[in-house]
C-alpha cells in the first residue's frame, strides 16, 4: 500500500498519520487511550475493515480532532501530510519491504505489518462486534451495534474452517475488567461461538451471570461446575460457583485479537 499519487484522499491521509503515529506511540492502545476510543475501532481503521455499508471505516472529523488533542498534535495535523525527509511518504514506511531495516531506527520485531482486506476478500469473513444485553434468568441474549458504526472484525476463512466453525453462529465482543489477566486484557476483542454451550474442564466461555456477560474459564471441582479468573489476585476475583439461572453459557471463546505485545 504506497501512496505516490498527488490525488491522495483526506481518509488516507488520516490513515497514514495514524500508522505515523503508531511509529511514535508504539501501540494503538496508547493512541486510544490519549483520544479517549477504542483500541479496537482503531485496529479496524488500520486494517480498513468495512462497515455494514460497505464502506471501509476511517477516522471522522471528530475523531481526527481527539487523536490531534490526545496526542499533541495542532488542529488539522491529522489532514496534512507528512512525508520523510527523503520524500518518502509514511504509508511506505510501515508496508514497505524495508520497514524493519536499520535506516529507520527500529530493532527486528518492533513492527506492526498491516494488511489491507478488500472488500469481498474470499480468504476472510466478518464476524459482527456487538454488544450483549441480557436480562438475569433467561437463556437468550440480544445484540447491538459496538461503538462508532456497526463494526465488523475480519477472520481468515482458512481459520474458521481449520475449526468447523458455522460463521452463523460466532460474534466478537470487547473483554471488560482485569479478573482474566494474563490471558485477557479489558479491550481485547474475543470470538465468541454461540453454538458451543456444552461446558468443557478449562476452557474459556462467555457467560450470561445473574444478568452481566463475563468472560470466564470453567472449572470443575466436587461435581460442580464453577467460573474462575486467571488473575492472580483471587481475593478480588475469587471464583463463583454456576449453577442453574444464575449462570447461563452464551458461547465458548474461540479467539483473541488483542494489541498487547
Not at 519491504?97 to 513492527?111: Q, R, V, W
Not at 464476524?127 to 472484525?153: C, H, M, N, Q, W
Not at 475480519?154 to 452463523?168: G, H, Y
Not at 486484557?185 to 456444552?198: P, R
Amino acid at each position: 500500500m504506497l501512496f505516490n499519487s498527488n490525488m491522495i484522499t483526506a481518509k488516507k491521509i488520516r490513515l497514514a498519520n495514524l500508522k505515523k503515529l503508531i511509529l511514535e506511540k508504539r501501540t494503538i492502545r496508547g493512541i486510544a487511550e490519549a483520544a479517549g476510543t477504542s483500541p479496537a475501532y482503531l485496529s479496524q481503521v488500520l486494517n480498513e475493515a468495512k462497515s455494514g455499508s460497505g464502506t471501509a471505516r476511517g477516522i471522522g472529523d471528530v475523531l481526527a480532532r481527539k487523536i490531534e488533542a490526545g496526542c499533541g498534535k495542532p488542529v488539522g495535523w491529522m489532514d496534512s501530510r507528512h512525508d520523510e525527509p527523503d520524500g518518502i511518504p509514511v504509508a511506505k514506511r510501515l508496508d514497505g519491504p524495508e520497514f524493519n531495516g536499520p535506516d529507520y531506527g527500529l530493532p527486528p520485531g518492533n513492527f506492526m505489518r498491516i494488511e489491507t482486506i478488500e472488500e469481498g476478500d474470499p480468504r476472510y469473513i466478518t464476524i459482527p462486534k456487538v454488544r450483549l444485553r441480557l436480562t438475569a434468568g433467561i437463556s437468550g441474549f440480544e445484540v447491538e451495534p459496538y461503538l462508532e458504526d456497526e463494526s465488523t472484525l475480519p477472520v481468515p476463512l482458512k481459520w474458521v474452517r481449520a475449526r468447523s466453525l458455522n460463521p452463523a453462529y460466532l460474534i466478537a465482543i470487547d473483554v471488560r475488567g482485569e479478573s482474566m489477566e494474563p490471558t485477557f486484557y479489558a479491550g481485547d476483542t474475543v470470538v465468541l461461538n454461540t453454538a458451543d454451550k456444552e461446558p468443557v474442564d478449562g476452557a474459556v466461555f462467555a457467560i450470561n451471570y445473574e444478568g452481566e456477560p463475563v468472560v470466564k474459564r470453567m472449572m470443575r471441582d466436587a461435581g460442580e461446575w464453577w467460573l474462575t479468573s486467571d488473575n492472580a489476585d483471587q481475593r478480588r476475583f475469587p471464583r463463583k460457583i454456576c449453577e442453574g439461572d444464575r449462570c447461563i453459557i452464551i458461547g465458548r471463546v474461540v479467539r483473541r485479537e488483542t494489541e498487547r505485545f
